[in-house]
């Protein structure tokens, strides 16, 4: 059974600043379409486990992948909502998150799908 988020980005230029794996997202949908790859490939994954100290200690489960999951993103004046749709567990979801947004973004609901 699917989980689906209800994500803000209240700032969207915050996320594209928040570090390395930031969002690079112009837009309500590019932002949608950035994290529905982060969710159904383990591209984003497998950069960030290259960066670690020691890459083969990493949790295997972290790159777990929905190629299933679907993201769409609505514009609200300055904020960015995206709704997600997957089967991924909750930290592995909220683990993409933080990669792609930091502390900018906002979980604002978690119901079944």
């Given at each position: 059974?699917s ?34 790859d ?63 947004a ?12």
């Amino acid at each position: 059974m699917s989980t689906r988020y209800l994500i803000a980005l209240p700032d969207p230029e915050r996320t594209r600043a928040s570090g390395e794996f930031a969002f690079t997202a112009q837009g309500a949908e590019a932002f949608a379409r950035e994290l529905q790859d982060a969710l159904r490939g383990d591209g984003l994954f497998q950069r960030w486990r290259t960066t670690q100290d020691e890459p083969d200690d990493v949790d295997p489960a972290l790159g777990a992948t929905d190629p299933a999951a679907t993201v769409t993103g609505t514009q609200r004046e300055t904020r960015v909502e995206l709704v997600a749709d997957t089967v991924l567990p909750g930290v592995v979801f909220k683990h993409r998150m933080r990669l792609l947004a930091g502390s900018a973004w906002e979980l604002r609901d978690v119901r079944a799908g």
